[in-house]
């Protein structure tokens, strides 16, 4: 065995990381289907590229990979059409304190799997969530009932008459949008 193949190898992994720093910081969970096909064709690419001997021809189309995903990120930021088609959106899975069903049959997901996904966000009853959702990386999210909601800084305030005055009104609550799509 040659050393150049050593070389080689060590040189084709700084550059694939850097060209994964270039990609973006994101956990294997928070990727988009997108952006796991490109990390899976990097790793398959490099492992081809020790074993072709073709070094340089492999770093180029590792860029090309990279230039490609940030090209379709920088699209999903200008289209959200575009977005919804290659990254998904949140599914509803819980509305009302009542599951879903339909939603997860459509998501292959069994009640057991989505009882789990509740009781590792600390949630011990079901009906105390208002509206629970899927989200496109597969995270659960979920927005509490009023009576299971903790109080917060400024519900406190009121109780205590200590009303803040440069408390801003919020906007839109975002799993409303969720249902309104």
């Known amino acids: 065995m040659s050393i150049h193949y050593l070389w080689e190898s060590i040189i084709l992994l700084f550059v694939s990381i850097i060209l994964l720093r270039i990609a973006g910081k994101k956990s294997v969970a928070q990727m988009t289907p997108v952006e796991t096909i490109v990390i899976l064709a990097i790793g398959t690419t490099m492992g081809h590229a020790i074993k072709e001997n073709k070094l340089w021809q492999v770093i180029m189309v590792l860029a ?3 230039f490609t995903l ?5 699209v999903q930021l200008t289209f959200n059409k575009f977005e ?3 990254v998904g959106q949140a599914t ?5 304190g009542a599951i879903v069903e339909h939603s997860l049959k459509k998501l292959r997901m069994t009640k057991e799997q989505l009882k789990m996904r509740i009781r590792q966000k600390g949630i011990s009853y079901v009906s105390d969530i208002r509206i629970g959702t899927i989200e496109a990386n597969g995270e ?3 927005e509490l009932m009023p ?3 903790p109080v917060t800084n400024e519900q406190l305030n009121k109780m205590l008459g200590k009303e803040d005055k440069n408390l801003t009104m ?3 609550n975002i799993f409303d949008e969720i249902r309104e799509k």
């Open 92 to 96: 509803i899975v819980i509305e009302n």
């Open 70 to 74: 940030i090209i379709i990120q920088r």
């Open 140 to 142: 659960f999210g979920f």
């Open 147 to 149: 009576h299971a909601r």
């Open 64 to 66: 090309v990979f990279v």
């Open 170 to 172: 919020k906007s839109g």
């Open 84 to 86: 919804h088609y290659l």
